[in-house]
């Protein structure tokens, strides 16, 4: 997945966003400021409290804040200005910990900048974050150790790099056996041209960068991570008539997913499941992906992949699980008779999502958003 320019690209990725944009509308297209899925009231209230330079000078397609993050070391791939950052500083507590890199120098000075404001702000006694200037695909240059952190996120920057595997292989070898990757990107439904990878603008715009979704899967799968969790997907509309001469035909969408990394010698079978309840944040129900939903107190049958990652990482506690079921071996069924197969491709998401017709029913014994 490495391109024969890099270097090349790094710089120009650095000039694009450390000197060519000053606010998020410089902007050419709306690929980089895609929102993700709806946020909960703590999270949007967290932003609030966040300095307005910080906001001003952040660039990324929505929020990716996952669930369960009380005292986790989080890491946070292309920090950026640290909006991220900052929103995870709270959530994590003071006895938690994050930290921020990114090789745009003058985006990290901005992040650093304010780290006392926000200490202050959050009534901290001691900063819990941290921000390094330094490359997603070179963690190790940067001083982060093998298995260091609980999760990781990653928000519209990891199409930025030229060497996709390396960044993944990466982000494997510092999380903890049991942690995850929840990271949004832009995707693409093909390879792409030389003539797109190569055009400087399209590269500072996500798009030149974007990995076929496909490949996403293979990637993850030959580093070791756990099957790819697809959480949601955004549509992708350029707006720029010559850029989109020069896309053609390919089209692009913002998706988020969910990596684990279980524990070696992990394994599971079909199982089902209830949720606890209790999560901050989602009490009541908790929206897994886009194949699983969970509703307090509610059987839910769960495929063995599903079944591995809820024993094995930070959620085990938030559920009670036993083996077996009627429906265990697929995802939830539908409204409809039988049962759906799972939706892997952020564009058949998309496709669903938009579709017209009835809502689907709500509750752990529904599949995907449209599948009604």
């Known amino acids: 997945m490495a391109t024969p320019c890099g270097e090349q690209i790094h710089q120009e990725v650095q000039d694009y966003y450390g000197k060519e944009l000053q606010k998020s509308e410089d902007l050419k297209t709306n690929a980089c400021i895609t929102s993700a899925r709806p946020l909960p009231k703590m999270v949007r209230d967290a932003l609030e409290h966040i300095h307005e330079e910080v906001v001003a000078r952040y660039y990324g397609c929505g929020l990716v804040i996952p669930e369960c993050l009380s005292s986790c070391r989080i890491l946070d791939l292309g920090s950026g200005s640290g909006r991220d950052c900052y929103l995870l500083s709270q959530l994590v507590g003071e006895q938690g910990h994050v930290t921020g890199i990114d090789m745009t120098e003058g985006q990290v000075e901005v992040a650093k900048k304010h780290i006392a404001y926000h200490m202050d702000k959050f009534g901290y006694r001691k900063p819990n974050v941290e921000f390094l200037h330094g490359y997603m695909e070179k963690l190790s240059d940067a001083g982060l150790a093998d298995e260091s952190y609980d999760v990781i996120i990653s928000n519209c920057v990891i199409n930025l790099a030229p060497d996709k595997r390396a960044v993944l292989q990466e982000a494997f070898r510092v999380l903890k056996p049991g942690g995850e990757m929840y990271f949004s990107d832009i995707y693409a439904s093909q390879r792409l041209s030389e003539t797109i990878r190569k055009h400087r603008v399209l590269w500072g715009e996500c ?35 010559e850029l989109e001469a020069i896309v053609g035909d390919c089209r692009f969408v913002s998706a988020t997913f969910r990596l684990f990394k279980l524990p070696a010698g992990s394994r599971a079978g079909p199982a089902q499941v209830i949720y606890n309840g209790g999560i901050v944040g ?15 107190g509610e059987v839910v049958d769960v495929d063995a992949e599903m079944a591995a990652v809820l024993q094995s990482s930070r959620f085990a506690e938030e559920f009670l699980i036993r083996a077996g079921g009627a429906n265990a071996a697929a995802p939830q069924g539908c409204c409809s008779k039988g049962v759906k197969e799972k939706i892997r491709d952020p564009f058949q998401l998309l496709e669903r999502l938009t579709a017209p017709g009835p809502a689907c029913c709500s509750g752990g014994t529904c599949g995907p958003p449209g599948c009604c």
């Open 207 to 241: 798009l030149a960068g974007a990995l076929y979704w496909r490949d996403l899967y293979s990637i993850a799968e030959e580093v070791g991570f756990h099957p790819p969790c697809l959480v949601t997907a955004s549509p992708i509309t350029i707006g720029n008539k």
């Open 282 to 296: 989602h009490e009541r129900e908790l929206v897994f992906d886009a194949n699983f939903s969970f509703k307090e």
